[in-house]
């Protein structure tokens, strides 16, 4: 949520299949494109798929959640997600406004969009409250000298 500006909603319904490893990387999809995670999150995320298991079952459960819920079958409700943050003195609207500024300085609003999967209006909006500039970046690599690849 932190890092990919995802809602409590959003990560309640995360499965172990959004998750892929592979040699070693692991990746989450939240939208189109798959997204590596970096190295202390992508263990984390390891340990959650292989250890999921509801609060109000004693054992592992077949169950294709992230995060099980109290009600067998049922992922963790967006609300229990977002109570157990606040407790820990996270503000979910703040933290979410926070990594959303900071991804929209560093991809284009298209990229960013497809990745988080987030409506491009949405991805518009924050790339100009972030004030990225794309256009004259994509004008910027263009104009660069061609570099001699080596032989």
Do not use: C, N
């Not at 998750?19 to 390891?46: K, W, Y």
């Amino acid at each position: 949520m932190l890092l990919y500006a995802q809602w409590p909603a959003a990560i309640s319904r995360l499965t172990a299949a959004h998750f892929e490893e592979t040699e070693g990387t692991v990746r989450i999809r939240l939208g189109d494109i798959a997204v590596t995670l970096p190295g202390p999150v992508a263990e984390l995320a390891l340990k959650q798929v292989s250890a999921r298991r509801s609060h109000a079952v004693l054992a592992q459960i077949d169950a294709p959640w992230l995060f099980p819920g109290g009600q067998p079958g049922r992922p963790i409700s967006a609300w229990a997600i977002g109570e157990r943050l606040r407790k820990l003195g996270i503000r979910l609207a703040d933290a979410r406004s926070t990594a959303l500024f900071q991804l929209a300085t560093e991809l284009p609003a298209a990229i960013l969009a497809r990745t988080l999967g987030i409506h491009i209006s949405v991805a518009v909006k924050w790339q100009r409250a972030a004030a990225g500039d794309w256009g004259a970046y994509a004008v910027e690599i263009s104009r660069r000298p061609k570099t001699q690849e080596p032989t």
